[in-house]
């Protein structure tokens, strides 16, 4: 290459206006063993940033494998955890899906049993709700009288 272009390239290296194909222009430059003896100072730059680019790209290579990897290692997790826990509707017969609740400790599958239990449940709470509201009130009154 042409050494006063190799010089205009640096300064306009060093103002930042280079452009890409400038800057391999330079890398290619300063990675060849014929290099005038005034820029021999710059060479090892240059191969530094060089050299530097390689390995950000190795270690992005080396990130996204571990991200690939736990990707799907996450997905093989939940896969294995559903179809698990989805094990007992996969063996009904008529593979309807089922509605399971737990009351005093029993398993129960009978909607009806479910919707009884559930709506008691939700009265007690109303109840329970009706009463701490207006004892809240009854001592909010109790302070401003």
Not at 21 to 29: D, F, I, K, T, V
Not at 59 to 84: D, H, M, P, Q
Not at 98 to 108: L, N, P, Q, V, Y
Not at 128 to 135: K, L, N, P, V
């Amino acid at each position: 290459m042409d050494k006063e272009l190799i010089i205009s390239l640096i300064d306009k290296y060093f103002d930042g206006r280079t452009t890409l194909g400038e800057e391999r222009q330079l890398r290619e430059y300063f990675r060849q063993r014929r290099i005038a003896p005034e820029l021999k100072s710059y060479a090892p730059m240059f191969r530094f940033f060089a050299n530097e680019r390689n390995e950000g790209v190795n270690n992005n290579v080396r990130a996204l494998k571990i991200v690939l990897w736990t990707a799907l290692s996450a997905a093989a997790c939940l896969l294995l955890f559903f179809g698990l826990n989805f094990d007992e509707v996969l063996k009904k017969p008529d593979n309807k899906a089922i509605s399971i609740a737990f009351i005093d400790g029993r398993k129960h599958t009978d909607m009806e049993t479910i919707r009884f239990q559930t709506l008691q449940s939700l009265e007690i709470l109303a109840d329970g709700a009706d009463d701490a509201c207006t004892a809240q009130l009854e001592a909010i009154n109790g302070l401003t009288e």
